[in-house]
Every structure is written in structure tokens, then in C-alpha cells.
């Protein structure tokens, strides 16, 4: 195994988010900006305007920063493409993640660091030796299995195939979440059903949907019991996280930059513990159990290795949306902090609140904060339990900010 540090990468979808994935102990963050990037449909994209913020956050907690632009790029892209990555060159993002050759080429022209996205397919050393006059670091397409990345990053070690940086190529790999039933997520079912491209990253999931069969010559319809049949379990790699790292992969990406902040931390902090446990030698069956319990709690539709150990077909989810062990329920919002005496008052706007519930706080600066109500208090007095609808002071063990929202966490 490599002996230099495995970089976790995270996503962000938010500052909320991201701000999760730096309490979660990642090395990097990467999140889109605009409409240039695969998750362009999501809601939680930040804009130009918030590069600045986002560098000064990210230089602050040592993390890498990276843009993703890999879409597939049409002529009227091209100027906003050059412009994101000129300003993300002025406020000192660490890279763009792309896979069109005209970001690429851009890009890398601007003094830009380029990581090559899963998009391009990259499958082979002799393609790994294509794109290193452009990259230093590159994701392998996800279909690979782990002897054909150790293969890749022992080609590498043994041919010093080195980027623009003058320092060898650094192989990334997917390590979790959601997988798409196409080849390295170059899907074209949503643009022939709604004109809406996956590629250019407005994706409906269509997919994700359960289907019926009709035997056209009798008219009789069938619905697949059990299994949405283009829809793929997440992926999880933390049973075989030590073959993974074995493989001699430099940076393990976690995906989901449209899922919630407590999916980010938990996740992160996970994978954070694996790695440790393997490098420290400490990696064993009864962490791997518990750590699978950690990442149930959160959005997932069931687990399967993907192709690393050699499997030929996908595992199908069997259900639509999450198969999470828990979830929350909007409680309110932060109105106070009282610093002295570490409690935060909040607006109970829904739901009762009661004392022993497992609270959520999630905000764009506070990140996610996870705690027991031990101690609640109305109008100057302990209690039990608080309706919604009124004001009421909670232990807290960090900071909150007016207008953080509140949950709370039961079984889903």
C-alpha cells in the first residue's frame, strides 16, 4: 500500500454541506457552480458570486477545493466556462473536474489544474499516459475491478507517469453512493423519454422509477415484483475499504451532492475512520459492522459493492427513494446563542420537542451538530416536553446561529 496520505473527498452541495464535510474530517471538497456541472437539475449549486466565500472557508480549514465541470459543453457554454474557470483561478480554487475536452484543454491553458472526471471512461494505462499531458489526477471509470486499478496505479509506480506538476499521476476511485445504471453515468434514457440530458446534468432519474412488462400479443402486463430493475443499490465500499486502499488509489470520493448535510458528515466520518483504522492496522470485521450501521442511518438505497470485486451485473434497489434506518422531522429554527451558559433558545414551529429526544441542527456556518436534548427550558423552568409554538432553551454543545433549522431524529 501506498504509503502517503489517501485524500477523502466530499461533496457539498451547500455551505451547509459543506461545512459538514470539513467536521467530517475530509481533505477535499468538490461541489458545482452554475448549470455547468452533472448535478445542474439539483437545487443545491452554488453561484460565481460564492467562489470567493468558498475559497476563504476552504483555505481556512486546510481542504481542497474543486469545481465540477463535466458536463458535455454546447458552443453557447463556452464563455461561462471560461469565465468560472478564470475566476476560480483568481480566488485560488484548487481544481476543475472535467471531462470535455474543451474545459480540458482551457483550463490546463490557464495554469488551471485539471482532474480528469469518471465521464471520460478512463480504463487503461494507455489512456492514463493520454490525458496526464492535461491532468494529475484522474477518476477511473467505475466499472474497473480492483485488480484492474492495481494494474493502472502499478503501471504508473513502474513507468513514472507523471502530470503537468512534474509529480506522478494520482488515480481516483469512487467509494460511495449513488451509481447510475450506465456506463460511468453516461446515460441517454432521460433525453430520449423528456429531452432532458443526463450529460449535460439535468438527469429526471427516470430510471429510478418500478416498470411493468406487456406481452404484446395477449395484452397481459406484468409488474416486477421485488426489484426496480434500472435502478442500482448505493455503493459501499467500507467491508473491502482495505483491498481498496490496497489497490493503491490516492483519493476516494464519496458521492452526493444533492443529499442532506447529515448524510455528508456521516458518511465522511465513516470512510475518515476507515482509512485511519487501515493505515493504522486496527481495520477489522467489528468495525466494519458498525460503521455499516453509521451510513444506514442516513439516505441510501441499500448497499452493494459495485463492480470492484468482479461482479457482471448490478444489485437493483427493491424500493423507491431511501432505505435509510432513520430520519428527521423539522422541529424549528435557531433564534439565539447564549455563549456563557452554551444554550440556544429556538422556535418550536412543529412537532413536540421532548427531553431525551436526539436532536439536528444544520446551518450554513454551524454545519451539522448532533446532541441529546438533556435539558430543555420554558420561561425560566425545566421541563419535559415543549408544544410547538412557543420559545424554549436547549443545552447545546456548540454554537447555533439564528435561523439554523432544528430536527429531530427518530426511526424511520
Not at 79 to 102: C, F, N, P, T, Y
Amino acid at each position: 500500500m501506498k504509503k502517503r496520505r489517501v485524500e477523502l473527498m466530499a461533496p457539498a452541495g451547500n455551505f451547509e454541506s459543506m461545512m459538514a464535510a470539513i467536521q467530517g474530517g475530509a481533505d477535499a471538497v468538490y461541489f458545482g457552480i452554475e448549470q455547468l456541472n452533472m448535478r445542474a437539475r439539483a437545487t443545491m449549486n452554488f453561484t460565481l458570486e460564492d467562489l470567493a466565500d468558498i475559497s476563504k472557508l476552504c483555505q481556512k480549514h486546510q481542504v481542497k477545493s474543486y469545481i465540477t465541470l463535466n458536463t458535455i459543453l454546447y458552443d453557447h457554454d463556452l464563455s461561462l466556462m471560461k469565465r468560472i474557470v478564470e475566476e476560480a483561478l483568481e480566488h485560488g480554487i484548487s481544481a476543475v473536474i472535467a471531462s470535455d475536452q474543451a474545459v480540458i484543454n482551457y483550463a490546463h491553458s490557464k495554469g488551471m489544474p485539471v482532474h480528469i472526471s469518471t465521464q471520460t471512461n478512463i480504463s487503461n494505462i494507455e489512456t492514463v499516459k493520454f490525458y496526464a499531458h492535461f491532468a494529475d489526477v484522474m477518476v477511473l471509470a467505475r466499472e474497473l475491478s480492483l485488480m484492474q486499478v492495481k494494474d493502472i496505479t502499478r503501471a504508473i509506480e513502474r513507468e513514472q507517469i507523471k502530470g503537468p506538476s512534474g509529480e506522478l499521476i494520482r488515480i481516483e476511485v469512487f467509494a460511495h453512493g449513488a451509481l447510475c445504471m450506465a456506463i460511468s453515468g453516461k446515460c441517454y434514457l432521460s433525453l430520449h423519454t423528456h429531452n432532458s440530458s443526463a450529460n449535460r446534468g439535468v438527469c429526471i432519474q427516470n430510471c429510478r422509477r418500478q416498470y411493468e412488462v406487456k406481452d404484446r400479443d395477449e395484452g397481459f402486463e406484468y409488474q416486477i415484483e421485488n426489484e426496480y430493475i434500472m435502478s442500482p443499490k448505493d455503493l459501499n465500499t467500507l467491508p473491502f475499504i482495505d483491498k481498496l486502499l490496497d489497490a493503491g488509489v490516492d483519493v476516494l470520493k464519496i458521492e452526493g451532492r444533492a443529499r442532506a448535510p447529515e448524510y455528508v458528515k456521516t458518511v465522511t466520518a465513516t470512510y475518515r475512520a476507515a482509512i485511519n483504522a487501515v493505515q493504522q492496522g486496527t481495520f477489522n470485521q467489528e468495525k466494519v459492522d458498525h460503521w455499516m450501521n453509521e451510513v444506514e442511518k442516513v439516505y441510501n438505497r441499500g448497499f452493494w459493492g459495485g463492480y470492484y470485486l468482479g461482479k457482471k451485473l448490478g444489485e437493483w434497489s427493491d424500493t423507491y427513494g431511501s432505505k435509510a434506518t432513520t430520519k428527521k422531522i423539522y422541529l424549528g429554527r435557531g433564534v439565539h446563542y447564549f455563549s456563557k451558559i452554551k444554550v440556544g433558545e429556538f422556535k418550536i414551529e412543529s412537532h413536540q420537542l421532548k427531553k431525551g429526544d436526539q436532536l439536528l441542527v444544520t446551518g450554513p456556518t454551524t454545519g451539522v451538530l448532533e446532541f441529546t436534548a438533556e435539558e430543555i427550558q420554558l420561561d425560566n423552568k425545566e421541563v419535559d416536553s415543549v408544544p410547538r409554538g412557543v420559545h424554549c432553551s436547549i443545552k447545546v454543545p456548540e454554537k447555533i446561529r439564528a435561523s439554523d433549522k432544528l430536527y429531530k431524529i427518530v426511526e424511520a
